[in-house]
């Protein structure tokens, strides 16, 4: 509802619906995908983007303690592309960045670990800590997926 259709305020409503739906018991295996959905794609139209980032933080701490790695992956890399977005400075994206990279390497989520070192990289260049950080690290997991 809110940006293919424009009706941002009544997809707001639909999001806050969802997330009363899942106050009830037994309904905290689905919170961590209705977080992910609703703090990415429905309250920003309406709200500061700045108020999106605790949710996707506390989104990924539920996903880890249900078991639901993938999507707690999702909230944490949505939640450093926000911080970017708002503002934070490009050194405390850095250190966001790496620390997420070992969590997603512990965690074997190879998909949004590729996400994180694109971004990674291009925090890099702008900071212009190192012009080919990226470049070696996308070669090194080329030459890893190749060998398998």
């Not at 998909?111 to 994180?116: A, E, M, Q, S, Y």
Request: glycine share 6%.
């Amino acid at each position: 509802l809110c940006g293919p259709y424009g009706k941002p305020h009544e997809g707001r409503e639909m999001a806050r619906a969802a997330e009363l739906i899942l106050e009830k018991p037994g309904m905290r295996s689905s919170a961590i995908r209705t977080v992910l959905i609703t703090q990415s794609f429905c309250y920003h139209w309406t709200s500061p983007l700045k108020d999106t980032i605790a949710p996707l933080l506390e989104g990924y701490q539920i996903g880890l303690e249900i078991g639901d790695t993938s999507t707690a992956c999702w909230c944490l890399i949505t939640r450093i592309h926000y911080l970017f977005c708002v503002g934070r400075s490009l050194d405390c994206i850095q250190k966001e960045l790496e620390a997420s990279i070992r969590v997603m390497t512990l965690l074997n989520h190879d998909d949004v670990k590729l996400n994180t070192i694109t971004l990674l990289a291009t925090v890099k260049k702008l900071r212009g800590i190192d012009a080919n950080a990226g470049d070696k690290i996308l070669d090194s997991m080329l030459a890893s997926a190749a060998s398998n």
